[in-house]
Antibody, heavy 117, light 108 residues
Framework: EVQLVESGGGLVKPGGSLRLSCAAS????????MSWVRQAPGKGLEWVSS????????SYADSLRGRFTISRDNAKNSLYLQMNSLRAEDTAIYYC??????????WGQGTTVTVSS | DIQMTQSPSTLSASVGDRVTISCRAS??????LAWYQQKPGKAPKLLIY???SLESGVPSRFSGSGSGTEFTLTISSLQPDDFATYYC??????????FGGGTKVEIK
């Protein structure tokens, strides 16, 4: 079964850091670009970042560049998002998704990040 | 960045109705557009990619059309399972992806 499972979310204080992980299974992870997409409570979808299959191309939403870092380990079939200098407005469900360049066809269940003192 | 404007933001409809949702891009994105359905507490589900290609397993009552800056998602006969929020998503530029604001389809 093709599957993405996120982990690493939780409660963090403003200014803190968190590292999200996304474990892929059921497909050849190294062949696909991947993305992170977030959704604040009661709000719409917001693209966060994308990374190509071989990490050649990496992109970020303008509002997040410099605080968030996307990475992947194809040997471990895993995608990561390092989030630093977290703010209250980063509170959201964070989803990882496959194939951002042609319609995200597989999504994880999401991991919740809450930034609060 | 390319902005995506969806309309309406909320739509009230009955089972059996034909429903149309619009998405407008701030500049041409050719046909690089996808549509998703999201239900409360669930991850989005891909319905349409490349503006009009139906994702495998998606019922044929869903269809997409358009190119350039104007796009439409149509549900030919609304079913009880279709009450959800729908999002468009442009992927014309790999370096900057954007979603529309969403359209909530409610029971009339």
């Amino acid at each position: 079964e093709v599957q993405l499972v996120e982990s690493g979310g939780g409660l963090v204080k403003p200014g803190g850091s968190l590292r999200l992980s996304c474990a892929a299974s059921g497909f050849i992870f190294s062949s696909y670009s991947m993305s992170w997409v977030r959704q604040a409570p009661g709000k719409g979808l917001e693209w966060v970042s994308s990374i190509s299959s071989s990490t050649t191309f990496i992109s970020y939403a303008d509002s997040l560049r410099g605080r968030f870092t996307i990475s992947r380990d194809n040997a471990k079939n895993s995608l990561y998002l390092q989030m630093n200098s977290l703010r209250a407005e980063d509170t959201a469900i964070y989803y990882c998704a496959r194939r951002p360049e042609s319609g995200m066809d597989v999504w994880g269940q999401g991991t919740t990040v809450t930034v609060s003192s | 960045d390319i902005q995506m404007t969806q309309s309406p933001s909320t739509l009230s409809a009955s089972v059996g109705d034909r429903v149309t949702i619009s998405c407008r891009a701030s500049q041409s994105i050719s046909g690089w557009l996808a549509w998703y359905q999201q239900k409360p507490g669930k991850a989005p589900k891909l319905l349409i990619y490349k503006a009009s290609s139906l994702e495998s397993g998606v019922p044929s009552r869903f269809s997409g059309s358009g190119s350039g800056t104007e796009f439409t998602l149509t549900i030919s006969s609304l079913q009880p399972d279709d009450f959800a929020t729908y999002y468009c998503h442009q992927y014309n530029s790999y370096s900057s992806l954007t979603f529309g604001g969403g359209t909530k389809v409610e029971i009339k």
